[in-house]
């Protein structure tokens, strides 16, 4: 079975960093791309960033990148199957429930796979 599973949200006062971890299991690594997303309450769910776990290429979604770009980036680690979004100088704005997100392929303009969400919660 395919599993997706975050951790590492918490509570953290603005200004501060979080790492949040997507360790996937049940399929292949290097053939899909993994991006996370996030909700804040009452809003939809929009994406933040997607990393192809083929060859590396990022890629920041439209609806959030003038927000987080310069402070949030992701990356891979291979050999633990473990997607990573580090959140540095968060912000209040940046309060929302986290998921990572499977898509077959190179992108992550469908997903395939959910994971069950981290909460990150940022105090002023």
């Known amino acids: 079975d395919v599993q997706l599973v975050e951790s590492g949200g918490g509570l953290v006062q603005a200004g501060g960093s979080l790492r949040l971890s997507c360790a996937a299991s049940?399929?292949?690594?290097?053939?899909?791309?993994i991006g996370w997303f996030r909700q804040a309450p009452v809003k939809a769910r929009m994406g933040v960033l997607c990393?192809?776990?083929?060859?590396?290429?990022?890629?920041?979604?439209?609806s959030t990148a003038g927000s987080v770009k310069g402070r949030f980036t992701i990356s891979s680690d291979r050999a633990k199957s473990t997607v990573y979004l580090q959140m540095d100088n968060l912000k209040p704005e940046d309060t929302a429930v986290y998921y990572c997100?499977?898509?077959?392929?190179?992108?992550?303009?469908?997903?395939?796979?959910w994971g069950q969400g981290t909460q990150v919660t940022v105090s002023s």
């Open positions: 990393i192809s776990l083929s060859d590396g290429t990022t890629y920041y979604a439209d």
């Open positions: 997100a499977a898509n077959y392929g190179s992108d992550c303009v469908a997903v395939d796979y």
């Open positions: 049940g399929f292949t690594f290097d053939d899909y791309a």
